[in-house]
């Protein structure tokens, strides 16, 4: 039996940037395991076979407001600038996204002179709406039935194989609602992607004499042979205790890639990603990826975004009743495996960024150290 101080199970987030600042900052050496052939979990990225830089598991665009994220991702990857753009095509025509001044004009056909003018245009087409529990409810507040109706219905079905009034208000709740022509997708302040992309940044991150990696590692097949003194769990909650309370629901997605020959650099797309909330069409998204990562290729790849029922764990599914199971799966953690720290979009059940992801890695490690009376750390914390 090999003893270590700490297990960590998964390199994605949660793992590589838990592994980092318990190895760095606690001198404790740490084992990091994943079942996946390589690092950095579902924002993994890798050059396909025609040399472009594709992401594996879909398009991972980072954006945050949180400094301190920022600042602890940057000691390992320099940042290409990228602002993020989605179109969506609807009744055969193309708008952006999220709706602003030029989508209302467009699909209303009409005339809005300035901020004002939209804010008031759409408070008149808003259904109000005594409490915003359902991405329904958020979304006709805001926006009124139509625009609901065009955009929002029938791409969230795909997605959830759920109508947006069986769905928490946080979920469409994501987008917000602009009066202006910002045609940005996201607002935050910080918008880049790694200049090398992402698998880079976390071979980086895992570099650390402290720290050991063995991927296509299961935590079933290890356990027997490793005595650590505590682990790190960032895979699904329900599959560390066995499934004992029931399995808690994910959504996931099957990708399907073309590649496109694209003489002299040129894009298939305008922009990164379309959108198509129709119904019939079978899938949600396209992604060329060479916007995101702005690689120079004579090729150019694009996937094309299918939600499934099976497959690997993507998308918690924010219901009260699976929320109602976690909360179950948290008290038993607390309760018999008080040496275990859950973190993560899986381990928490949560539908979270990769920026959330890290702040809350960061404040777990924190707590983690400071409940278990660690001396001090080492370094400043960055
Ligand atoms: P993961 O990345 O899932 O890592 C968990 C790892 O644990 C996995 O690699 C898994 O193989 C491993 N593991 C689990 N169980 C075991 C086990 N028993 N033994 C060994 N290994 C195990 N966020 C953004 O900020 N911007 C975006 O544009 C964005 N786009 C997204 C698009 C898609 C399609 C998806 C699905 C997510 C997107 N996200 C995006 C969210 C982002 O992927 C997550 O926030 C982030 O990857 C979560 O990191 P994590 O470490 O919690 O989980
Ligand atoms: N959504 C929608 N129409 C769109 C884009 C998003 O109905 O054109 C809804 C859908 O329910 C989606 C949610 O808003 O799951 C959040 O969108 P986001 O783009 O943030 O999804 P993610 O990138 O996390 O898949």
């Known amino acids: 039996m090999e003893s270590l101080d700490v297990l960590v199970v998964g390199a994605g987030f949660a793992g590589a940037v838990c592994a980092r600042r318990i190895a760095e900052d606690y001198g404790l050496r740490v084992l990091v395991i994943d079942r996946r052939p390589h690092v950095a979990g579902n924002a993994h990225d890798a050059p396909d076979e025609h040399g472009v830089l594709i992401h594996t598991y879909g398009p991972h665009i980072f954006h945050t407001n949180a400094e301190k994220v920022t600042r602890f991702l940057s000691r390992f990857t320099e940042w290409h600038p990228y602002e993020h753009r989605v179109w969506a095509e609807v009744d055969g025509q193309i708008v952006s996204l999220p709706i602003n001044r030029t989508t209302i004009r467009r699909l209303h056909r009409i005339e809005l002179y300035g901020e004002a003018e939209t804010e008031a245009y759409l408070a008149s087409l808003a259904e109000p709406r005594a409490e915003l529990k359902t991405s329904e409810d958020a979304v006709v507040a805001k926006v009124g039935r139509d625009l609901y109706e065009r955009l929002f219905r029938g791409y969230t079905r795909k997605q959830w194989a759920l109508d947006p009034s069986e769905l928490h208000a946080s979920v469409c709740g994501r987008l917000p609602v602009r009066f202006n022509d910002d045609d940005r997708y996201f607002g935050d302040s910080f918008q880049n992607m790694p200049a090398a992309g992402f698998t880079a940044m976390f071979e980086r991150m895992l570099e650390h004499p402290n720290i050991e990696l063995r991927l296509g590692t299961e935590y079933e097949d290890i356990r027997s042979e490793v005595a650590p003194r505590h682990t790190v769990w960032t895979g699904p909650i329900d599959e560390f205790f066995g499934y004992r309370l029931g399995k808690l629901p994910y959504r996931s997605l099957h990708f399907e890639r073309e590649t496109r020959a694209t003489p002299g650099g040129r894009l298939v797309q305008p922009v990164a990603v379309i959108n198509y909330p129709n119904e019939r069409i079978p899938y949600t998204r396209v992604t060329e990826f060479r916007h995101l990562t702005g690689q120079v290729s004579d090729f150019s790849t694009l996937t ?62 924190e707590r983690w150290a400071a409940d278990r009376d660690l001396p001090p750390a080492l370094r400043e914390a960055a």
Do not use: C, K
Not at 332 to 344: I, N, Q, S, Y
């Open 304 to 365: 094309y975004e299918y939600p499934t029922e099976e497959g690997d764990p993507y998308y918690p599914i924010p219901r009260p009743e699976n929320r109602a199971r976690f909360h179950a799966y948290e008290s038993l953690a607390a309760d018999e495996r008080p040496d275990v720290l859950f973190v993560g979009r899986l381990a928490r059940y949560q539908y979270l960024n990769m920026d959330q992801v890290v702040a809350q890695a960061l404040v777990a490690v």
